[in-house]
């Protein structure tokens, strides 16, 4: 029996992690808030963390359209400890990820636009 579109999805979000040693996890989130796939440490709460991934790239989408930016690329938080990072994943999801303090972002970037390019092909 073949794995599970979700299997695959967090075998995705474990091998960017493993690529991208400065990721401490990820997850994918459908854009209504809901955990699709994860790879989020025990003891954090998945379904705070998707509403506010979700939130947050609607919100910074609607931002960047009104300011005249564009299409969104990507949405950075930056707190003392370290980073949350999001990208859409097409038009109904989002690739959220949480990075360590001292994290080379260009490259965090890159690695999760490839991931989400494969993980479009899951979600679709």
Same mark, same amino acid.
């Given at each position: 029996?073949?794995?599970?579109?979700?299997?695959?999805?967090?075998?995705?979000?474990?091998?960017?992690?493993?690529?991208?040693?400065?990721?401490?996890?990820?997850?994918?989130?459908?854009?209504?808030?809901?955990?699709?796939?994860?790879?989020?440490?025990?003891?954090?709460?998945?379904?705070?963390?998707?509403?506010?991934?979700?939130?947050?790239? &609607?919100?910074?989408?609607?931002? &960047?359209?009104?300011?005249?930016?564009?299409?969104?690329?990507?949405?950075?938080?930056?707190?003392?400890?370290?980073?949350?990072?999001?990208?859409?994943?097409?038009?109904?999801?989002?690739?959220?990820?949480?990075?360590?303090?001292?994290?080379?972002?260009?490259?965090?970037?890159?690695?999760?636009?490839?991931? &989400?390019?494969?993980?479009?092909?899951?979600?679709?």
């Amino acid at each position: 029996m073949g794995k599970s579109r979700t299997d695959l999805m967090v075998q995705r979000l474990r091998t960017m992690q493993a690529s991208t040693p400065d990721v401490e996890s990820s997850a994918v989130v459908s854009v209504d808030g809901l955990i699709i796939a994860s790879s989020l440490p025990s003891g954090v709460e998945e379904d705070r963390i998707s509403a506010m991934s979700a939130a947050m790239l &609607s919100l910074g989408e609607r931002i &960047s359209g009104e300011l005249g930016r564009g299409l969104l690329q990507e949405v950075y938080i930056h707190g003392s400890s370290g980073y949350v990072l999001l990208v859409s994943v097409g038009s109904d999801a989002v690739l959220t990820v949480l990075a360590r303090q001292q994290a080379k972002l260009g490259l965090i970037f890159l690695e999760m636009r490839r991931a &989400s390019e494969d993980l479009l092909e899951l979600v679709g």
